[in-house]
């Protein structure tokens, strides 16, 4: 069987120096808020040349709080895209605001920039995009519509751990760039985990008391807070992992390289342009007969993935609360399928699928 997803041999490399840090963390004696979260806060603001980060509970969070932390008004409009994760939404509406979602572009998946404006009210205050799969989105018109109307910009990058547009890394265009370590990610921890960046130390500042019960000094509380902190446990791992980032996001773009040049041409197969730097978190393919497709790969040992089977619109959880047709949403979701493509699986792997794919 070739599993989507072996969380074992994905972490398999790192297993000793886990290991050791899980002996040191035990033996220090201090599990919340001590010297592996500065130390990782330190290194991941450093590997994106940015000026803080904020470790977090995990990638909800990160969107939450940035938005908080950013001071728009409750009851502020947020641009959002129509087929994100359920999460992005989600925190929009915790942070007690409304998402106005905009279809994306159907041959990137990612938020289209031409479609944004058109959505843009005297109530938007804030843009929340997200670098889906692994891919940048477009950020030049982005960038140009968020100062042209003196937007708030929030990144989802929990799926663009390395991902660039033009050179630069996500997470480093906006005011915040918002991360989740979840155990999949290519910078996955071993459980729950996030972070913020950002180049404002009002926002860094806003962000460690929001994360922390809204307190900068202990029993004093200045805002309404919340227990979302990075575990030094996650934190000394992520520690780990982060010095093989670049080796893992380049043995995932090998991976998806096989499958761009050897997959037939039944499958819609994700773009590549130059101007992007894409780390495949997740390996798309769309077709038509979909659900035949993963069915055939099932019975033929080859375990896939559907990122994501149903659009925000169409969740039971959203009825009432975002209204209108989103049909290139719908499409995505009803033709994606997402291929075995990990740091645990070999090329060897990835040409086998190929070769079955290929068959049906």
Known sequence: MIFYENLFESNKKFLDEYTKKFQQVLSSGWFILGSNVDTFQKDFANFHNS????GVANGLDALTLSLIASDIPEGSEVIVPSNTYIATILSILHAKMKPVLVEPDIATYNIDPMKIEEKISFKTKAIMLVHLYGKSCQMDLILQLCKKYNL???????????????????????????????PTKNLGALGDAGAVITDSEIFAERLKKLRNYGSSKKYFNDVIGFNSRLDELQAAFLSVKLKYLDEINLHKRKLAKIYLDNLKDDFIKPVVNEDFYDVYHIFNIRHPKRDSLKDYLLKNEILTDIHYPVSPHKQKAMRGIIEGDYPISEEIH?????????YGHSEDDIYKVVEIMNKF
């Open 152 to 182: 708030i910009l929030i990144e989802d990058c929990a799926q663009s751990h390395g991902a660039k547009f033009k050179n630069k890394l996500t997470g480093t265009f906006g005011e915040f760039g918002a991360f989740s370590f979840y």
């Open 334 to 342: 009803n033709t994606i399928l997402s291929l075995p493509c990990s």
């Open 51 to 54: 000026k803080y980060c904020i």
